[in-house]
T-cell receptor
Framework: GESVGLHLPTLSVQEGDNSIINCAYS??????FIWYKQESGKGPQFIID?????DKRQGQRVTVLLNKTVKHLSLQIAATQPGDSAVYFC??????????FGAGTRLFVKA | GAGVSQSPSNKVTEKGKDVELRCDPI?????LYWYRQSLGQGLEFLIY????????KSGLPSDRFSAERTGGSVSTLTIQRTQQEDSAVYLC???????????FGPGTRLTVT
């Protein structure tokens, strides 16, 4: 069935390094993608989004890249900090209300 | 402003008992969602309310699960005759119907013993 999945369940990076979290999606009709961050004991929180007519979008220390040819989405975090430690979810939307969430990648930041 | 709130934050119940989980969405948000998140897993869609329209219940896993939204605001998710496999974090989110971004509450951690 349709799904949004992640290549790596866990990622460990050194503080100050850049992090890259990857996501594969299977629904070519998806036109909107969001990255969420979920800290322990909290609900997911919006980080950044991108529409299917774009291939790159930048925020504060974060960049999302979209490759529609291979149905791949990535989140890049620059100068990773301890506060970035969390589970990151990619999510896709095909224009209706229903959002499909991936399984999540846990990011560990080593001091 | 106030975000989405959920209560209780934690609930421990015995197998076979009924539980009610509450969600207070952001004021003015017309859409409300319930998700289930099992340990170390992603978010499983349960149910969606939009304004006065009939809810989309396509994600409810069994007829033991039900939800209502009174007055277009507060929502209650009810699980009857709880089973151990119902143990999970139940997340509520809201937004305005035309938005994609969802605003999540902190969740209710349900443990069925």
């Amino acid at each position: 069935g349709e799904s949004v999945g992640l290549h790596l369940p866990t990622l460990s990076v050194q503080e100050g390094d850049n992090s890259i979290i990857n996501c594969a999606y299977s629904n070519s009709a998806s036109d909107y993608f969001i990255w969420y961050k979920q800290e322990s004991g909290k609900g997911p929180q919006f980080i950044i989004d991108i529409r299917s007519n774009m291939d790159k979008r930048q925020g504060q220390r974060v960049t999302v890249l979209l490759n529609k040819t291979v149905k791949h989405l990535s989140l890049q975090i620059a100068a990773t900090q301890p506060g970035d430690s969390a589970v990151y979810f990619c999510a896709e939307n095909t224009g209706g209300f229903k959002t499909i969430f991936g399984a999540g990648t846990r990011l560990f930041v080593k001091a | 402003g106030a975000g989405v709130s959920q209560s209780p934050s934690n609930k421990v119940t015995e197998k076979g008992k009924d539980v009610e989980l509450r969600c207070d969405p952001i004021s003015g948000h017309t859409a409300l969602y319930w998700y289930r998140q099992s340990l170390g897993q992603g978010l499983e869609f349960l149910i969606y309310f939009q304004g006065n329209s009939a809810p989309d219940k396509s994600g409810l896993p069994s007829d033991r699960f039900s939800a209502e939204r009174t007055g277009g605001s507060v929502s209650t998710l009810t699980i009857q005759r709880t089973q151990q496999e119902d143990s999970a974090v139940y997340l509520c989110a809201s937004n305005n119907g035309g938005q994609y971004e969802q605003y999540f509450g902190p969740g209710t951690r349900l443990t069925v013993t």
